[in-house]
C-alpha cells in the first residue's frame, strides 16, 4: 500500500543514537545540502544527478534541494538494494518526485514545496513518510495508482501528526489515500475526488476538506473545525470522532456519514441541499442540547445507527428516514434516545426502529414502508416506555404488503395507527397471559386488501378501533404451557365498523356502559356491512350506533347479522339504541349467538321489545371523531 507516514519517533534500528529525533541527529552527523543539478528528469539514486555530497544518496539526512525550471520534470525515486527507505533532513521541492511501488521516501524535518512541487505516491506497498514536521508551500501530494485496472484500495497513505500548510494540497488522484496512526492539522486543502477514497485521522481543520466528484473522505480522531468541510456531489463521513463544528460543513448534492458513536457541536453550522445525513450502523450522533434541521424537503437524514439526545427539524416535506440495516445476515436496530422529534419519519422496507426513553414526537407522520419476509427482515417499530406521542401524530403503514411491525403497550390519546397502502401488527408485549395493548388513541384499518393485527393477551380499548373495507383481527394468544389462549377485548371506547369492515376476535368481547359500537349498513350479503365476530363470550352493554352508507336505502324486512360468536354466548344487551339512518327504523333482536338488525316501518319513535328486554330507539346525528392519516 501507499503509505504517508507523519510521526514524532522512528522505528527500529533507525531509532538508535536519535534521541531528540531531527536536531540530535543533525547536530551528531552533521546536515549537507543535496542539490539536484540538471533540469531533467531522472532517478533519485543517481549519484551523477547530485552536487555538494558526491556520495549521496547512500547516506541520510541530508538537506535535498530539488528547484527544477521549466518544463515539468519528474524525480523517481526507488530503495537502493538493501535499504530500508531513503531518509532527508530538510525537503525543498519545486518539481515532482513519484514514489513508486515499494519505495518509501522518509523527512525527519520540514517540507517545503514550490508552485510546481508534486510529490505522486504510485501504486502499493510505498510510503511517504514525515516525523515530526509540516508541509508548508504551494504544491500537492497525490495518490496514483500505476495501472489502469486499480480498484481504489492499492494507493495508501499512512501518517502521524503532521500540519499541513495553507498552501498544500492532498488529493486522491486515480487511487485512495490514507492518513492515518496519529493527527492531522489542515491549514490547506484535503480533497477526496474522482471516485476514491481519502482517510484522515484529524486533529483541526481550519481549512478546506473536500469530497468531491463522486470522492469519499473519511475523517477520524477528536478534532474541531474552524475551517469548511464540504461534501459536493459526494461523500463525507465521520467515524469515532467528537467534532466542534465550529466552522462550516456543507453537504451539496451529497451524502454526510456518521459510522460510529459521535459527537458533534454547532450542527446548525451543516449547510445541506439536496443531499443525504446518513447515521452509520454501528454508532450514533450524541445530538444533546443541539437541533439537527432538515432544512428542506429536497434532504434527509438516514438513520442506521441511533440519534441521542437533542432534537430533530423539518419541515413539511422533508423527513429522517430510517434505513435498513443488515450485518452478517441480520437486521440491525436504529434508536432515537431523550430527542425531541420535529419531523416526519419514513422507516425504509426492513428497517427497524427503537423509540427509546425520553423521546417525544408531536403532530408528525411515522410512515413504514412493509418489508418482505421472503426477501428480507419485516419493517420494525418498537414503542418502548418513556415515550410520548400525541397532538395526533400518526403511524401510517405503506408498502404493499402486511409486513409492518409495530411493538407497543399502549397508542396512547393524541395518536394513531392507520393503514395506507399496507398493513400489518402491533404487538403488545411478550407476556404470554398478561400482556396488554391499551388503545387510547385511534387505530383504523381502513384500505381494502389490507388488514391490521393485534397481539396481545388484552386489548383495552378507551379510544377508536375502526375498520372499514378491511379487517382487524385479535388472535387468541399462543402459550407455552397451556397451549392456547384466548384473547380478551374490552371496550370503553368506540368500536367502528364500515361497510365492509370486520372485526375478528380470538376470544371474548365485552362492553361497558360507556363503551360505543357502530356499524355502518350497506347489504344483507356477506362483507357489506359492519361485522363483529368472536369465538368466546360477548358481553354488551353502553350504545348501539347505526348507520347507512350513502345513497343506501334497506328493504323493509332486511335484516344484517352485525355480531355472531362461535364457542360462546352474547350476554347483556345495549343500553341505548341509536339510529343515524336517515328515518329508517330498526328492530334489534338478541339470540344466544348472535344479534340481528331488522328494517322496520318508520313511527317515529317505536318501543321494541324481545324476548328479554325492551328499548327505546331514538334517532340522532351520527358524532364525527377525528381520525389521523
Not at 460510529?260 to 441541499?273: G, K, N, P
Not at 452478517?328 to 416526519?344: M, Y
Not at 404488503?401 to 392507520?418: D, W
Not at 371496550?491 to 359500537?517: H, P, R, Y
Amino acid at each position: 500500500m501507499a503509505r504517508l507516514f507523519c510521526s514524532s519517533s522512528k522505528r527500529g534500528a533507525l531509532l538508535v543514537g536519535f534521541a531528540f529525533g531531527l536536531n540530535y541527529c543533525s547536530s551528531a552527523i552533521g546536515t549537507v545540502t543535496a542539490t539536484w543539478l540538471s533540469a531533467t528528469s531522472g532517478n533519485w539514486e543517481d549519484p551523477t544527478k547530485w552536487s555538494t555530497n558526491p556520495s549521496y544518496p547512500n547516506s541520510s539526512l541530508e538537506d535535498v534541494q530539488i528547484n527544477v525550471t521549466g518544463s515539468p520534470y519528474i524525480v523517481s525515486l526507488s530503495e537502493p538494494a538493501g535499504s530500508t527507505d531513503i531518509l532527508v533532513n530538510n525537503l525543498n521541492l519545486n518539481a515532482e518526485v513519484d514514489i513508486p511501488e515499494t519505495s518509501q521516501l522518509e523527512i525527519w524535518g520540514t517540507a517545503n514545496l514550490g508552485p510546481n512541487g508534486v510529490i505522486r505516491l504510485i501504486g502499493q506497498q510505498n510510503q511517504l513518510e514525515i516525523n515530526g514536521g509540516a508541509l508548508n508551500g504551494q504544491g500537492e501530494i497525490i495518490f496514483d495508482a500505476s495501472y489502469s485496472n486499480d480498484f481504489g484500495n492499492v494507493s495508501f497513505a499512512y501518517m502521524g501528526t503532521c500540519t499541513f500548510g495553507p498552501g498544500i494540497t492532498l488529493t486522491t488522484g486515480t487511487a485512495n489515500g490514507d492518513i492515518n496512526s496519529g493527527t492531522l492539522i489542515n491549514e490547506g486543502t484535503v480533497l477526496a475526488k474522482n471516485g476514491r477514497t481519502l482517510i484522515a485521522s484529524l486533529q483541526n481543520n481550519s481549512g478546506n476538506m473536500e469530497a468531491t466528484t463522486g470522492g469519499t473522505l473519511y475523517v477520524g480522531g477528536t478534532w474541531t473545525n474552524t475551517g469548511t468541510i464540504v461534501a459536493n456531489g459526494a461523500t463525507l463521513k465521520s467515524y469515532v470522532p467528537t467534532v466542534a463544528a465550529a466552522g462550516n460543513f456543507e453537504v451539496l448534492d451529497g451524502r454526510f456519514e456518521l459510522e460510529s458513536s459521535t459527537t458533534i457541536a454547532a450542527v446548525d453550522a451543516l449547510d445541506i441541499q439536496n443531499s443525504v445525513i446518513a447515521i452509520g450502523l454501528v454508532g450514533g450522533l450524541n445530538n444533546t442540547n443541539t437541533t439537527l434541521n432538515i432544512e428542506d424537503g429536497t434532504n434527509t437524514w438516514h438513520l442506521i445507527g441511533g440519534i441521542f439526545g437533542g432534537s430533530i427539524y423539518a419541515p413539511s416535506g422533508a423527513a429522517l428516514e430510517v434505513e435498513k440495516a443488515i450485518n452478517n445476515f441480520s437486521a440491525q436496530t436504529s434508536n432515537l434516545s431523550n430527542v425531541q422529534v420535529n419531523a416526519d419519519m419514513v422507516l425504509d422496507s426492513g428497517a427497524d426502529l427503537n423509540l427509546n426513553s425520553g423521546t417525544t414526537i408531536s403532530g408528525h407522520t411515522i410512515r413504514m414502508t412493509a418489508g418482505f419476509t421472503s426477501f428480507g427482515p419485516p419493517t420494525t417499530l418498537t414503542i418502548n416506555s418513556g415515550v410520548a406521542l400525541s397532538n395526533g401524530t400518526s403511524i401510517v403503514l405503506n408498502g404493499g404488503s402486511n409486513e409492518n411491525y409495530i411493538a407497543t403497550s399502549s397508542v396512547p390519546a393524541g395518536a394513531s395507527v392507520v393503514t395506507g397502502t399496507g398493513g400489518g401488527t402491533i404487538y403488545g408485549g411478550i407476556e404470554e397471559t398478561t400482556s396488554t395493548l391499551a388503545i387510547s388513541g385511534s387505530v383504523s384499518s381502513i384500505t381494502p386488501g389490507y388488514s391490521l393485527t393485534l397481539s396481545a393477551a388484552n386489548v383495552a380499548l378507551s379510544g377508536l378501533l375502526e375498520a372499514s373495507q378491511s379487517s382487524i383481527n385479535i388472535p387468541s394468544y399462543p402459550s407455552t404451557f397451556s397451549g392456547v389462549n384466548p384473547a380478551i377485548v374490552s371496550n370503553d371506547g368506540t368500536v367502528e365498523l364500515g361497510a365492509g369492515g370486520l372485526l375478528n376476535i380470538g376470544g371474548t368481547f365485552s362492553q361497558t356502559n360507556a363503551g360505543i359500537a357502530e356499524f355502518e349498513l350497506d347489504g344483507t350479503a356477506t362483507g357489506l356491512s359492519g361485522d363483529l365476530e368472536t369465538t368466546g363470550n360477548t358481553e354488551l352493554g353502553g350504545e348501539l350506533l347505526l348507520f347507512l352508507s350513502p345513497g343506501y336505502r334497506p328493504n323493509i324486512g332486511d335484516q344484517f347479522m352485525i355480531i355472531t360468536t362461535t364457542g360462546g354466548t352474547i350476554n347483556g344487551n345495549f343500553g341505548n339504541v341509536v339510529l343515524d339512518t336517515n328515518g329508517q327504523d330498526f328492530a334489534v333482536s338478541y339470540g344466544q349467538s348472535s344479534v340481528t338488525v331488522t328494517a322496520i316501518p318508520e313511527p317515529s319513535c317505536i318501543l321494541l321489545w324481545t324476548g328479554v328486554s325492551g328499548f327505546l330507539l331514538s334517532r340522532r346525528a351520527r358524532r364525527e371523531k377525528p381520525i389521523s392519516l
